[in-house]
């Protein structure tokens, strides 16, 4: 759902809306990770890939949102080459030490540089803009705190499940090349 746009939106500013989105479902599913599940230990840096990562942008906007180092590894497909490599390692044929060896340095590291209390505020009026898109409550009411007292797993259960994120993030993206177009 695309909300406030007018006649001056572009086409910059729907991928803009959807690169924040796609980094504050992120921090939303780190944050999660971490309350819900006992043996999680903070991460202290998360290695992104696939075409979104290519430009700059998007991997320093995670950076700053998710408030981790992000490397962005050489290969184009991190997911592939580590499920072969611990597909190697359960299966004894390469070792820890020999996998470490072979990785080539990241291509870009991307530290945080935006302000943690701006980046906790854009991501508090996310989260209200989702909530008032799934329950159609106002913008300034402030109920997240009366909500969690309420039900703490609450958060947990009113997740946008990753295939919602993907259907949306493709529509967001054809909309952008359809206003690009006009």
């Given at each position: 759902m695309l909300m406030g746009l007018t006649s001056h939106t572009t086409s910059r500013h729907v991928v803009h809306a959807a690169y924040e989105a796609t980094?504050?479902?992120?921090?939303?599913?780190?944050?999660?990770?971490?309350?819900d599940?006992?043996?999680?230990?903070?991460?202290?840096?998360?290695?992104?890939?696939?075409?979104?990562?290519?430009?700059?942008?998007?991997?320093?906007?995670?950076?700053?949102?998710?408030?981790?180092?992000?490397?962005?590894?050489?290969?184009?497909?991190?997911?592939?080459?580590?499920?072969?490599?611990?597909?190697?390692?359960?299966?004894?044929?390469?070792?820890?030490?020999?996998?470490?060896?072979?990785?080539?340095?990241?291509?870009?590291?991307?530290?945080?540089?935006?302000?943690?209390?701006?980046a906790d505020a854009k991501y508090k009026r996310w989260k209200k803009a989702v909530r008032m898109c799934l329950r159609s409550t106002p913008m300034d009411e402030d109920s997240e705190d009366e909500e969690q007292i309420a039900d703490p797993q609450r958060s947990v259960k009113n997740s946008i499940p990753g295939s919602l994120f993907i259907v949306t993030s493709f529509a967001l993206i054809i909309v952008a090349e359809m206003l690009r177009i006009l």
């Open positions: 980094c504050f479902q992120t921090r939303q599913i780190l944050e999660a990770l971490q309350r599940c006992h043996t999680w230990r903070p991460l202290g840096k998360l290695i992104v890939g696939g075409e979104l990562m290519e430009t700059p942008f998007l991997p320093q906007m995670l950076a700053d949102y998710c408030n981790i180092t992000i490397e962005r590894p050489q290969i184009s497909s991190p997911a592939t080459l580590g499920a072969m490599l611990a597909t190697g390692l359960a299966m004894d044929v390469v070792t820890l030490e020999n996998t470490q060896a072979v990785l080539a340095p990241p291509a870009d590291v991307h530290q945080p540089v935006m302000c943690q209390t701006v």
